[in-house]
Structures are given as structure tokens and as C-alpha cells.
């Protein structure tokens, strides 16, 4: 029997235990089964399956999980008895070590809640070896935004009990005339930034940028866009939740200085850059659906992966009959991407009085690479387009996802393939306000990862700030 030691220990608990089954408690060389009941995050209710407790309540006990031939042993506990336990014999609650219920029983984990003071001295560490003006450039930043930001809350104050038309009105005023200068003054600590770091390795930028958004981080939380990329609520950067932030491109926040801080966000250069690929893909769908004349039933098949929330299909589906010339299939590993996708589809049906053709599928690029039936289970596709998948893959995997998706591209079909380019104007606000790092790629390396015919059309296009390249391939 192996006791849990490590922060996080994987066991197979998924094709046998549960909470009332192969649970024990351990009082020394005595172990009775007990029926587990979920009470909250870090308690358990049971009772005894014996028809007396064989175990003195009094006394610490641990917790014992058996299945498949392994266990995992947590505690000391303590045994609480109380009214509150109606049907039950007690709750069992950690006396020292600390562990995460649904995690143990659940996700097959064992997750103790003090786990992250054990890296306490390498967190610490990473304030080693920073560069003197880098610390001395985030001081003055942050003295210098909660200066701003103390005045925009003062102002704020001021006003707040106001009705909510005078409110606006008033709001919108300091917008309109401090704004721009608080802008400059954004713009000019960014190519401060720039300056500092432009030579950085890539472990130089997670160490510096780590120590940025700690010393910052009630500022970067402060601003809904840089708040989420760095929370990442998804567990993954660039969810369809922030893309929605770029598509609206509002002033969004709790407060005029929160809202001057997303705006400036979402109005950045790759910032716009995603929001020039949108009314990107549905031009070439449409010259395309204008040059083209599918013969699968005069629908152009059209595959996008790694859909986010399709926001351009507001754009490519305008009328009924563009509707009837499209069937698209959306690709995305995230379930919750797919569901907004969905609510957009279901917008355009609603508006439009029509039933979009859209076949919805879940998976990741696991499932592209090592599906060998791909192209029997999807077919082929008239128009092929991913816009920010490339931008998180390695090379050698980005060209693997690339040359897939070439194969599932018909004769004198057309793929569309966005990348950010080495020169994004964004990448350091990104790196270190939003803890966001991208694979760039320059033109010729971008060009590289597809292995098309001789007789292909293949060619590179850039967004007008220069930051993003889309690979546009015409197949032979």
C-alpha cells in the first residue's frame, strides 16, 4: 500500500471505485469499509457498513481508496459526529495534509490544497537573475498606472450616484478628453517595453514576463481582456470568450479606467488583425462561391478548424441563398467554442428565417493526425480555412495538421491558413500582460510547412498592420 505523497498523484479510479465503493478508514493495523457519501470540496460523509464502528471517533484515522490493485492512502482525518449527520456516522475532515474531494474521487487525482507552497522556492527564485532596468521600468510602470488609475477612480466616485443617462454622458466626457492622453502614455511604456526586451531568449521573456504580472496583477486583472488571457478560464489562450472581446470591440469594465485599458487592448495591432481575417475568409468564400461551381450538390463544402465561436459566418451567410450555397463542418477541441458557434448559427437561422447547412465536431489535432480514416469519415472540402490554430503548434506539428488538411482539400479547392508574423507589432503587450506567447513565423518559414504540387497557386498575404500572414493555397 503506497501512501500519497506528491502533490499530484494519478490513480485509475474510473472503471470501478466510486464514493460508496472499495473505500476505507485506517486506525492503525485495523481497516474497516465504510459507504462514502461527497459532503463538499474537502469533507466526506460516511457510515459504517459493519453494524458497529470499529474505530474509536476520537482517534485520527486515514483515508483509504483501493482499485485495480492499487491504492492511495490521505490523512490523519478527524471523525465529527453530529445531529447534522442524519443517516450517516460522521464527516470526515483533514487534520494536516488538505485534500481535494472531487479530484480524489472524481479525476483521479489527489490534489492537496497545500500543494503550491511546495514550489514556493522556485517561485520565489524566479526573481533571480532580472534584468536591474527591467525591475527598475515595471516600478515606474506600476507607480505610474495606479497614479492613473487613482485618479480615474476619484472621478468615478464622484459621479457614481448619478442618473444612469447623466452617468454615461459623463463618463464618455473624461473618455473623450483624458483618454488619448492616457493612451500615449500606454503606447510609450509599450516601446519602452520593446526596447528592454526585444533581445530576450524565450526563457528570459516567461522569467521577466512572470515578474511583470506579479508585480502588476491587480492592474492586469483589472482590464477584462488582459484579465482573461492571463486567467486563461479555458486553460488555454485565445478561448472564443476573448475573440468575442476583439469582434465587439467596446469599452468593457467595471470602471473608466478598466474600460480605457481593455479598449486599448482591443484596438491593438493584432487586435485588428483578427478582426481583418474575419471579413478576410468570408471574401474569399465569396469570390470563390462566384468563381466555382461545385458539383456536390452545388454546396461548397467548407471545413474550418479550430472554429472558436465562427463569428464570420455572420458575414459569409447574409441571405438565404448564401445559405443554400454553403455547408460547413466546424472543428474546435474546445465544446464550449463550439456551443457559441452554434448560438451564431442559430442567430443567422432566427434573422434569416433559414436552416443553415453546419455539421459541428469536437476534437484536437491528435484527432487529425492520428484518425486514418479521416478523409473516408469527413470527405473533401470545396474551401479549407483555420485563422488561429497555427499560431500554438511547433513546426514540425503545424506542418503534420497542415499536410492533413492539404489532403482533405478537392482539386481546385482553395485553403486559407493564418499564422502571426515575427514582426507582430502585439507581441510583447501579449507576452507579458496577457501571458500569451505565439509560435511566429516569417514568410518564407510559413511557406516551408506545406508540401503542395508544382501546379498549385500558392501565395502569402498580410493584414494592413503587417503582424499576421494567411498561406492561400489554390489546388491544382
Known amino acids: 500500500m503506497e501512501v500519497a505523497k506528491k502533490n499530484t498523484?494519478?490513480?485509475?479510479?474510473?472503471?470501478?471505485?466510486?464514493?460508496?465503493?472499495?473505500?476505507?478508514?485506517?486506525?492503525?493495523?485495523?481497516?474497516?469499509?465504510?459507504?462514502?457519501?461527497?459532503?463538499?470540496?474537502?469533507?466526506?460523509?460516511?457510515?459504517?457498513l459493519e453494524?458497529?464502528?470499529?474505530?474509536?471517533?476520537?482517534?485520527?484515522v486515514n483515508l483509504?481508496?483501493?482499485?485495480?490493485?492499487?491504492?492511495?492512502?490521505?490523512?490523519?482525518?478527524?471523525?465529527?459526529?453530529?445531529?447534522?449527520?442524519?443517516?450517516?456516522?460522521?464527516?470526515?475532515?483533514?487534520?494536516h495534509d488538505v485534500y481535494d474531494i472531487p479530484s480524489l474521487f472524481n479525476d483521479n487525482k489527489v490534489v492537496k490544497l497545500q500543494s503550491v507552497f511546495h514550489d514556493l522556492p522556485l517561485i520565489l527564485a524566479r526573481k533571480e537573475n532580472l534584468k536591474p532596468e527591467f525591475k527598475a521600468y515595471v516600478a515606474d510602470l506600476k507607480y505610474d498606472l495606479e497614479v492613473y488609475k487613482t485618479l480615474f477612480d476619484d472621478l468615478d466616485a464622484k459621479y457614481c450616484h448619478e442618473p444612469e443617462d447623466v452617468r454615461s454622458a459623463v463618463e464618455k466626457a473624461i473618455i473623450d478628453t483624458e483618454g488619448p492622453g492616457f493612451r500615449k502614455f500606454f503606447e510609450d511604456n509599450l516601446l519602452k517595453l520593446k526596447n528592454l526586451v526585444d533581445d530576450f531568449s524565450q526563457e528570459e521573456h516567461q522569467r521577466h514576463g512572470y515578474y511583470f504580472r506579479k508585480q502588476l496583477w491587480d492592474l492586469v486583472l483589472c482590464c477584462p481582456f488582459t484579465g482573461r488571457a492571463t486567467l486563461k478560464p479555458r486553460g488555454y489562450p485565445g478561448d472564443s470568450g476573448l475573440m468575442r472581446m476583439l469582434y465587439v470591440n467596446a469599452y468593457e469594465g467595471n470602471s473608466t479606467y478598466a474600460k480605457l485599458t481593455h479598449k486599448h487592448a482591443v484596438e491593438h495591432a493584432a487586435s485588428q488583425s483578427v478582426r481583418y481575417r474575419i471579413h478576410l475568409i468570408a471574401k474569399m468564400l465569396r469570390n470563390y462561391k462566384n468563381n466555382t461551381q461545385p458539383v456536390d450538390g452545388d454546396h461548397i463544402k467548407t471545413l474550418s478548424i479550430g472554429c472558436g465561436s465562427a463569428f464570420e459566418l455572420n458575414e459569409i451567410i447574409e441571405s438565404p441563398q448564401d445559405s443554400d450555397k454553403y455547408h460547413f463542418t466546424l472543428?474546435?477541441?474546445?465544446?464550449k467554442a463550439l456551443s457559441e458557434a452554434a448560438d451564431v448559427v442559430n442567430h443567422i437561422a432566427g434573422t434569416l428565417s433559414i436552416t443553415p447547412k453546419v455539421d459541428y465536431i469536437q476534437g484536437s489535432v491528435r484527432t487529425m493526425l492520428f484518425s486514418r480514416k479521416l478523409r473516408q469519415q469527413w470527405g473533401q472540402f470545396h474551401f479549407i480555412y483555420s485563422l488561429g490554430l497555427l499560431d500554438y503548434l511547433a513546426s514540425r506539428v503545424a506542418k503534420a495538421v497542415i499536410n492533413r488538411l492539404y489532403q482533405l482539400l478537392a482539386p481546385g479547392g482553395e485553403m486559407v491558413l493564418g499564422n502571426f508574423h515575427v514582426s507582430n507589432a502585439s507581441q510583447y503587450y501579449m507576452m507579458y500582460w496577457g501571458d500569451w506567447f505565439l509560435n511566429l513565423r516569417k514568410e518564407e518559414e510559413f511557406r516551408q510547412l506545406i508540401d503542395s504540387s508544382p501546379e498549385d497557386k500558392v501565395s502569402v498575404l498580410y493584414d494592413s498592420t503587417g503582424s499576421q500572414m494567411f498561406l492561400h493555397v489554390k489546388k491544382s
Not at 453494524?51 to 474509536?56: A, Q, T, V, Y
Not at 472543428?331 to 465544446?335: E, K
Open 51 to 60: 453494524n458497529r464502528p470499529l474505530i474509536d471517533s476520537d482517534q485520527p
Open 64 to 95: 483509504l481508496i483501493k482499485n485495480n490493485g492499487q491504492s492511495v492512502e490521505v490523512g490523519p482525518c478527524r471523525i465529527l459526529l453530529g445531529p447534522e449527520h442524519n443517516g450517516h456516522s460522521g464527516r470526515l475532515i483533514f487534520l
Open 331 to 335: 472543428f474546435d477541441q474546445d465544446p
Open 9 to 48: 498523484q494519478l490513480i485509475d479510479t474510473r472503471s470501478e471505485v466510486s464514493l460508496q465503493e472499495k473505500t476505507f478508514l485506517v486506525s492503525g493495523t485495523r481497516k474497516v469499509q465504510i459507504h462514502a457519501d461527497y459532503a463538499s470540496k474537502y469533507s466526506l460523509l460516511f457510515r459504517y
